[in-house]
């Protein structure tokens, strides 16, 4: 009763659509971990953004898979996942920020991403009221978007449920057994089980799983806060990532959702490592200063409640999604640098190609950006 074709560890943003993609190709899947229920890591606490305007093949390339399976959950399955396609905008207020949107253009383009450089003028049209001076334009791709994480997760895992998957929540993976370089088995505070393949998605603490085989994982959570303000009609469309440093932040990031509240978070600078899910006095008044300068009609917008989560860190800014070579039986799909959330689906089904060998020469170059043992010296660009 206890032997799998796959054992997931970790019920979130990856685990969840991973569990659903196994399933649908009838293998015998579970999932387990240690919280209530699926998605109360960081998953909750993701703001909801999608977006392909990434600097790399792979994770453009899985993105747009990804906004594929939200854009058409509805229609497909039935369930309201709070899809809005908005678009993302990441606007320029010098010159060299304009430089490094443009050319980075250059290589989304060759990528085949639907992404276009508009002028102040028509940046003001999608953004009414936005801050003019020295607004010099704006990156803007209208494909991107967003979704709820809380109703895309429930969801991913119920209808990986219809389709065969098992949950094991409340139950915290102690060890992992090897023999002969294989894992033997994996063992809770409840049980053990057995499975063919195991597959390592357990987030800020990825690190801890890799230590019991012995496997140091160059993961490092740190924390990021956010925040949601009350509904009202909407003003504006595309998610609005400032890339301009300011003390205490590196850059920050807001739109406003399917239900017409506004959703925030900041990058700060400089990181605040570790993992502390207590929010802090200081995000919000960093954070709204910002927003109101670059978009003075968020001034009297009532701030609902702000919260911390983290993002599992990889120096580059890359996920780790590989079979290792050391334990042939294990695959880690981990650090995915707070994008875990748009990314998850687009990797559920990469993932299951991997474990049932049916990889074509597109995800052979994906896997190149998320190769575990890549030397690290690259960097996504406006991670």
């Not at 796959?6 to 399933?23: F, K």
């Not at 070579?325 to 640098?337: Q, S």
Request: hydrophobic content about 35%; glycine content about 8%; charged content about 25%.
């Amino acid at each position: 009763m206890n032997n799998y074709d796959v054992i997931i560890i970790g019920a979130g943003s990856v685990g969840v659509p991973t569990a659903l993609a196994l399933a649908e190709k009838k293998l015998k899947v579970l999932v387990i971990d240690a919280l209530a229920s699926p998605g109360q890591e960081n998953n909750k606490k993701a703001i909801g953004g999608i977006r392909a305007t990434h600097s790399d093949f792979g994770k453009i390339r899985i993105s747009q898979r990804s906004i594929e399976i939200f854009s058409t959950w509805q229609e497909l399955h039935g369930d309201d996942i709070g899809w809005m396609a908005g678009g993302y905008s990441f606007p320029a207020y010098n010159e060299a920020d304009e430089k490094k949107l443009k050319d980075l253009m250059k290589i989304q383009h060759s990528f085949g991403l639907n992404i276009k450089w508009v002028s102040a003028d028509e940046y003001k049209e999608l953004v009414p009221g936005i801050n003019e001076k020295g607004l010099r334009g704006s990156t803007y791709s209208p494909d991107d978007g967003s979704a709820s994480p809380l109703l895309s997760i429930n969801a991913f895992y119920f209808e990986s449920l219809e389709y065969g998957a098992e949950y094991r929540f409340r139950e915290k993976v102690t060890d992992i057994k090897l023999e002969d370089n294989i894992i033997s088995k994996v063992i809770t505070d409840k049980g053990s089980y057995t499975a063919k393949t195991v597959i390592n998605a357990a987030g800020n603490y990825a690190k801890e799983i890799g230590k019991m085989v012995n496997m140091e994982l160059p993961i490092n959570p740190d924390n990021h806060e956010a925040g949601i303000t009350e509904p009202v009609a909407r003003f504006f469309q595309p998610m609005i990532v400032d890339m301009r440093k300011a003390p205490g932040s590196a850059n920050y990031y807001f739109y406003q959702n399917n239900e017409g509240q506004v959703v925030f978070c900041i990058t700060p600078e400089p990181p605040i490592v570790g993992i502390d899910n207590d929010s802090t006095s200081e995000f919000l008044p960093l954070c709204a200063r910002r927003m109101v300068d670059i978009y003075p009609r968020l001034t009297n917008l009532k701030v609902r409640r702000t919260w911390r989560g983290q993002y599992p860190m990889t120096s580059d800014g890359f996920p780790i999604v590989a079979r290792t070579k050391e334990i042939p039986n294990l695959i880690n799909a981990v650090g995915m640098c707070g994008q875990g959330f748009m990314l998850g689906p687009g990797l559920g089904e990469l993932i299951a190609r991997m474990v049932t060998e049916e990889l074509c020469n597109d995800d052979m170059k994906m896997l190149e950006s998320f190769d575990q043992y890549r030397d690290f010296s690259g960097m996504e660009q406006f991670k």
